[in-house]
């Protein structure tokens, strides 16, 4: 267990187990949050399921957790590697042996971690802790509930928030395109006939969730 | 072909190194590239000059000791080789060529472009468990491997322990060579007989009660 935290590894395995967990997480988020594009009662619908859900209070905070992992053994990795070659290169060319996103999944995280600040202040506390005012209420089926759907849709009326969140789909799409495959490979799963299965797999998701977290903004700022 | 090379010079592990730009003139595109510094490294002792440190032994790809880093890549800009089976002609007229030394923790730089590979060893060593006999030859069957995990262990063998993946790696990672390194022991019964001696020793002791001191 000692091993797991300190050997190269095993700190890895943290990387990608904790990797992994906010991947699910993501898609998760991301499928609840295209139902904005159904309407106001499918959203506040949903909205409404994960805030009443016992399951979701229990994970909030092993999602937490799960961030402050893999941010923790970002940075010890980061570090690691830096020290590992204290003398650079005058002249470098990584084109074929690493990808550019490979090559600044920190700094790609930091900036996703960013977004995700701004993010939290911008929805969470106020949904979740009612920080700003309470949310307005509305009655589906006799069920009252938070109206969610004007917070999002009047903020991204506001041209300059679509362009950070468009921004921050983008960033959050890079550092995914080499998360998926590289957290299997951790895991073990590397051949030179999966290697490129699973690149492509990755590169997918990468586009959907990229995709699908600009279209959101997109929409309601020229709706 | 006429060539400037900007040359990585350190005097020895602890010194300060620096580039340092040196001309070549009429260079057959035939020649390989450690021909080109051989050449160079002629000039430099004709003109009573150190030449350049660079480490080389088979020259034809099997042995792993070239090591350059050119242009910004391990073995230079061609595939699958080692820099002594990179030729000239991967090269244009008037180039500019910039030969680097492996840079990484684990290598430190004994002379301009000699690094020093002992870590390999040592990983080698710290997983590894064999007697050395001397004598003859030792019986090709005494210790029985299957076909298939020679062939395995044979591939992983094809790590020749250049240090070309730790010198790209954009971390310095050794994983590649352990990788193959772990793969080609682990599949050999190596250590295996010994342990089963050492084993039969314990065994010995606990019933005889009595410990082996010869
Ligand atoms: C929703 C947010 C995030 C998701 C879904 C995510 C997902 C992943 C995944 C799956 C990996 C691959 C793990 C592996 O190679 O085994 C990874 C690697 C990495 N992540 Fe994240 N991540 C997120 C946010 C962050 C943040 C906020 C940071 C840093 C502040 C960060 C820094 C890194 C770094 C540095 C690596 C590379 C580690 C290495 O392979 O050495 N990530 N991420
Ligand atoms: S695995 Fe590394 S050390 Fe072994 S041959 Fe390949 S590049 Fe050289
Ligand atoms: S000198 Fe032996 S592989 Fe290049």
Known sequence: ?223 | MNLTLKIWRQENEKAQGKFVTYEVKDISPDSSFLEMLDILNEQLVNKIQLPIAFDHDCREGICGMCSLYINGRAHGPDEGITTCQLHMRKFSDGDIITIEPWRSRGFPIIKDLMVNRDAFDNIMQSGGYISVNTGGIPDANSIPISKENSDLSMDAAACIGCGACVATCKNSSAMLFVSAKVSQFALLPQGRTEAKIISNIARMNREFLCANFS
């Open chain 1, 1 to 223: 267990m000692k091993k797991l935290f300190s050997s190269s590894v095993g700190q890895k395995l943290i990387m990608s187990l904790s990797g992994l967990f906010l991947i699910t997480f993501i898609l998760v988020h991301l499928l609840l949050n295209l139902l904005l594009l159904v309407g106001p009662e499918a959203y506040n619908k949903a909205v409404h399921f994960m805030a009443t859900n016992p399951l979701m209070h229990l994970m909030e905070p092993v999602l937490a957790a799960g961030f402050i992992f893999h941010i923790i053994y970002a940075t010890i990795l980061t570090l690691q590697n830096q020290k590992a070659r204290p003398e650079a290169y005058a002249v470098v060319d990584q084109s074929e042996s690493s990808s550019w996103a490979s090559r600044n999944m920190y700094v790609l995280g930091g900036l996703v971690f960013i977004f995700i600040a701004l993010h939290l202040v911008n929805f969470f506390f106020k949904m979740k802790f009612g920080v700003g005012g309470d949310l307005p209420k509305v009655v589906y089926e006799g069920i009252k509930m938070d109206d969610a759907y004007p917070l999002v849709s009047g903020l991204f009326k506001v041209w300059w928030y679509a362009v950070i969140y468009v921004i921050g789909a983008v960033l959050l799409a890079l550092h995914l395109r080499h998360s998926l495959w590289s957290a299997l490979q951790t895991l073990g799963m590397n051949n030179s006939n999966l290697r490129p299965i699973l690149e492509n797999i990755s590169i997918l998701y990468a586009v959907i969730i990229g995709l699908g977290f600009s279209i959101i903004p997109i929409y309601f700022l020229i709706s």
